[in-house]
């Protein structure tokens, strides 16, 4: 069968644990190529340009909107967030599989445009770890607490829309579930027409 | 998430080794059970009841039929085959994944009337590697020869239907491969609505 990378999108509750997830996918295994945003906000302590974000002002990123430079781009709070072409396109063609690590919105329209496309949704075992997580990550005041316990709403809305649920319990596992669902992906006949059809006119002697 | 069982037909090539895989596969792991089919055939050598068949009068079988008491059944060649319902559904109940090896035929029926399903299809690697083993058999003649070929070709028209394609090169691999299809597919966010909706209840406070 032909290995062609597949677009993987990744989304989850915030304290799911996905960025790690990630992070750990790849240190793990070479067939993997995490996409990196362009962004309009301003960089963090820490953040790296082309490590975390591409940073770009306002301009550059309304200029690579009209030249179609993204496949998909959402705004949030003020701010722009899109997934670079280019790169996802190189790394599909060398037969990597490409994770988008993107919300809701953006998930929705990478299926639009690529059928193909494989949507994770990470989550913890139960509604009440996932307030557990939310509720001891620091010192945080009720309100801010309130505030994600919203935001977990609002994210949960969506999950009917993706292809697998990947709990989140113990990070190895997880990692390790997360893998095999894609190795399993790669051998579903929609994404080996071709296998198929040449089999077919092979055995009919064409 | 549940582990409820996953119904599974397994269909392939004539020479594609798929019921050497599914009794690796039911050695090596205990979460399968095989689903013993009933046919109104005569047992062959060495055929034990219960075992590769539940022999059956045509009577019997009609019986059956007439009390849906099977999940799908088929004729070939003047004789009845089908699949017996109390079995699956008993093992489906206890969380096994249950392997029906059907064909297209009983496959499709089995899609219509279990839309969670899961159909795989085994080949080896490519035609020329089918023909080879067909051709290599035994020492049959090019008629026989001749027969299965008109076979495969029948068995490549319905391969679009299945979800997955599994190619036997190695049979170790093989088996492996089969066996993380299936346990990836537990986490289809299909097969786990009802924790999506708890999860969602939960978090809202219900």
């Given at each position: 069968m032909n290995r062609q990378g597949i677009l993987i999108v990744v989304s989850g509750f915030s304290g799911s644990g996905k960025g790690t997830i990630m992070k750990e996918l790849l240190r793990r295994y070479d067939n993997y190529a995490l996409s990196v945003s362009a962004t309009t906000r301003q960089p963090r302590e820490g953040e790296v340009e082309g490590r975390e974000y591409f940073f770009k002002t306002r301009e550059e990123f309304e200029k690579m909107i009209a030249k179609e430079e993204l496949i998909e781009y959402a705004r949030y709070v003020n701010h722009y967030y899109g997934t670079p072409r280019a790169y996802v396109e190189e790394q599909l063609a060398v037969g990597k599989d490409v994770i988008l690590e993107i919300e809701l919105q953006g998930a929705l329209k990478i299926r639009d445009r690529f059928p193909d496309a494989l949507l994770l949704f990470v989550t913890p075992p139960s509604a009440k770890e996932l307030k557990r997580r939310l509720v001891s990550?620091?010192?945080?005041t009720a309100e801010v607490i309130e505030q994600r316990m919203r935001r977990a709403v609002e994210e949960s809305?969506?999950?009917?829309?993706?292809?697998y649920y990947v709990v989140n319990d113990v990070l190895d596992t997880c990692v390790e579930d997360v893998h095999r669902i894609i190795c399993a992906e790669h051998g579903r006949s929609m994404r080996n027409r071709e296998f198929a059809e040449q089999i077919k006119r092979e055995l009919k002697g064409e």
């Open positions: 990550r620091g010192t945080e809305e969506g999950m009917e829309s993706y292809d």
